[in-house]
Every structure is written in structure tokens, then in C-alpha cells.
């Protein structure tokens, strides 16, 4: 009997807990705990890490998962590397449910960099209003640059100040839509978009506000993560695990 264990976070998370649910399918839906008050999914949740590799797997041998499905952030590489090296040693299969990176098309203005230092290293030169949309993690790498004010969209309040002098925050969870995205950039100021290529609907809204607004992005390349079995649609992901 199938007994799935959904790594999650993402939009495409969501809406496969959706579809385990709908199909009765005996499901567990993972949060690293980034998030201070997650979504809520209609399947039994767990939050926070699971101690490495050694420990992701004890979870799976414990908790008789039959399926794994990597559904996390694109930038979460850690975890994705400890979930293929954990399913591994524990002979459970794990499907990475991806989906495709974004690509600049006609009227885009992207400057693409391998990681967050690179995103640093573009900001030599005059004050800038700098939209991050980043996440909290990747903030304070910023503050070698305090000539310019950063406008931060963060999913919570975060409980210590961000480590920049100029800066303003904007809480907020996506989805998000084109309107709302450009007026947010218009209302700022905004002239330069930072962010990481995490591909999907939920955030891309940004990119084509840009486009609209002619304001540059520089766009940070996704991290190395180990090569799997890769599906991106729900159904193929709930044959997988039920047949």
C-alpha cells in the first residue's frame, strides 16, 4: 500500500497534496520550517529538517513511506541531495516533481549570475532601488553594498531587522499577478530586479512587470541537484506512486 512523503514548500507542493487528498491516497506533507505560519494542506504535515541523510532515511524506514516526492524549492539543493542519497540507502524510489526554469524572452533585460555573490557583484557602482526577491536566507549578503535601498518581499515579518540600512519590507505570499507586481515596482521606485530562476506560475508575475517596465533582472542560476527521475504534471506523479 502506497504511503507517499511530499517534500514541500512550493506552489506545485500544494496542489499535489490537493490531488493525494482528493484521491484518498495515504500521504505526509514535509515543511523545512522557513515559514513562520505555512499554508495549511488538506494531508497530515510535519515541519522542520530530518537530521541529514542518515536521518531522512530512519524518517522513511520508520514511517513505512513507500514514495518520496521532491517537490521543494529549486534552490533547496541540500535537501534534495539528502532526500536522493537518503531514498537511496533506504531502497525507496523518489521522483522529483520540477518544474521548468524561467527564460528571457523579447523585451526582457536579464543579467544572469551562478549564485548570490554574483547578484552582489553587480551592484557596484550608484545608489539603485533594488527589488530582492530572494527570501530572508540570502538578505544579509546584500549589506557589502549599503548604497542602495533594497525593497524586501518576505512571506513574514522577520523577528530580527535585516542587517541593510536602507530598506524597506513588503510582506507578502504569492501567488502573485502582473498588476500587482508592477505596481509594487512602480510604487518603489524600483530600477533593478534581483531574484533566483525558480521557474513556475507563482512568481513570474514579477518578471513580466519588469518586461512592462523595462527594469532589468538579474537572474541567479539554479544550484546543482542530483539527477532524477523528474515528472511535471500531477497525474504522472500520482500514477507513479499508486500503480
Known amino acids: 500500500m502506497t504511503k507517499l512523503l511530499i517534500l514541500g514548500g512550493t506552489t506545485e507542493a500544494s496542489l499535489l497534496a490537493r490531488a493525494v487528498a482528493d484521491r484518498g491516497v495515504d500521504a505526509v506533507f514535509s515543511y523545512a520550517g522557513r515559514v513562520a505560519a505555512p499554508k495549511t494542506q488538506p494531508v497530515p504535515t510535519r515541519i522542520g529538517g530530518f537530521g541529514g541523510v542518515v536521518g531522512f532515511a530512519n524518517y522513511i524506514q520508520q514511517h513505512n513511506i513507500t514514495h518520496v516526492v521532491d517537490a521543494t524549492h529549486p534552490f533547496a539543493a541540500q535537501m534534495s541531495w539528502n532526500a536522493y542519497h ?22 526582457d533585460n536579464w543579467t544572469h ?21 530572494l527570501g530572508k536566507q540570502s538578505v544579509s549578503a546584500f549589506a557589502s553594498k549599503p548604497q542602495h535601498h ?30 500587482g507586481d508592477r505596481a509594487l515596482m512602480q510604487s518603489h521606485g524600483v530600477d533593478l530586479v534581483i531574484c533566483k530562476n525558480s521557474g513556475g506560475v507563482g512568481a513570474e508575475a514579477k518578471l513580466f512587470a519588469a518586461r512592462e517596465l523595462g527594469v532589468p533582472v538579474v537572474m541567479i542560476d539554479r544550484p546543482e541537484v542530483p539527477t532524477r527521475q523528474e515528472m511535471s504534471t500531477i497525474k504522472s506523479v500520482l500514477d507513479w506512486a499508486t500503480t
Open 86 to 107: 537518503g531514498c537511496e540507502a533506504a531502497g525507496v524510489p523518489l521522483v522529483a516533481f520540477s518544474r521548468p526554469v524561467w527564460t528571457a524572452g523579447d523585451g
Open 113 to 133: 549570475v551562478a549564485n548570490i555573490d554574483g547578484a552582489v557583484s553587480t551592484l557596484r557602482g550608484p545608489a539603485r532601488r533594488v527589488l530582492l526577491a
Open 150 to 179: 533594497y525593497i524586501l518581499r518576505l512571506v513574514d515579518v522577520p523577528q530580527i531587522a535585516p542587517d541593510l540600512p536602507s530598506h524597506s519590507i513588503v510582506v507578502s505570499r504569492g501567488p502573485f499577478d502582473v498588476a
